[in-house]
T-cell receptor, first 114, second 115 residues
Framework: AQSVAQPEDQVNVAEGNPLTVKCTYSVSGNPYLFWYVQYPNRGLQFLLK??????LVKGSYGFEAEFNKSQTSFHLKKPSALVSDSALYFC????????????FGKGTKLSVKP | ETGVTQTPRHLVMGMTNKKSLKCEQHLGHNAMYWYKQSAKKPLELMFV???????ENNSVPSRFSPECPNSSHLFLHLHTLQPEDSALYLC??????????????FGQGTRLTVV
């Protein structure tokens, strides 16, 4: 069965420090991986995706994610966190065999303190 | 704004009420989706429409009834809901079901509270 796991309910980081939000996946076919961010009272916003190619993907707002096939992981990273990065982050996978459906993790709340 | 508009933004309804959620997109997309976001649970895909035809129904209770009258509009009709149905309901659209180039556009959601 396809699934996405975000093992941390919350991540706390001091402003200026690097941040990592973890995601692991399990799919039957080729994984197409996504990160979305949800700010308070807003809908989901696309951050970045991995379809094929370089394992390090760069996205919006200075975020990047590293695809690791052997570890089935797609962790979200940023070298220097901002207070404005505080939000809910969702990892998602779209299996090639599905009808374009996205399977989401339960989300990780990122809190960046000044 | 993302191009996908949901109304209302907030809705409080009793368990015997009938209400509808509306989603509208003018992006020229052919596929539309309803998701449910509950606290501390993964996003759940509820319904998928492609070219106005329902292509997936993930074991959603019949008290939720979707309607897609045209490619730009998607409704979710609600009837005799339960308190556990309180959640954020997100609408999304994509160019088509198998377009991996398209990342999906989400609306801001309707925050539903069932009392």
């Amino acid at each position: 069965a396809q699934s996405v796991a975000q093992p941390e309910d919350q991540v706390n980081v001091a402003e200026g420090n690097p941040l990592t939000v973890k995601c692991t996946y399990s799919v039957s076919g080729n994984p197409y991986l996504f990160w979305y961010v949800q700010y308070p009272n807003r809908g989901l916003q696309f951050l970045l995706k991995y379809i094929t190619g370089d394992n390090l993907v760069k996205g919006s707002y200075g975020f990047e994610a590293e695809f690791n096939k052997s570890q089935t992981s797609f962790h979200l990273k940023k070298p220097s966190a901002l207070v404005s990065d505080s939000a809910l982050y969702f990892c998602a996978v779209r299996d090639e065999g599905s009808q374009g459906n996205l399977i989401f993790g339960k989300g990780t709340k990122l809190s960046v303190k000044p | 704004e993302t191009g996908v508009t949901q109304t209302p933004r907030h809705l409080v309804m009793g368990m015997t009420n009938k209400k509808s959620l509306k989603c509208e997109q003018h992006l020229g997309h052919n596929a539309m989706y309803w998701y449910k976001q509950s606290a501390k649970k993964p996003l759940e895909l509820m319904f998928v429409y492609s070219l106005e035809e329902r292509v997936e129904n993930n074991s959603v209770p019949s008290r939720f009834s979707p309607e897609c009258p045209n490619s730009s509009h998607l409704f979710l009709h609600l009837h005799t809901l339960q308190p556990e149905d309180s959640a954020l309901y997100l609408c999304a659209s994509s160019q088509d079901l198998s377009s991996f180039r398209d990342d999906g556009f989400f609306g801001q959601g309707t925050r539903l509270t069932v009392v």
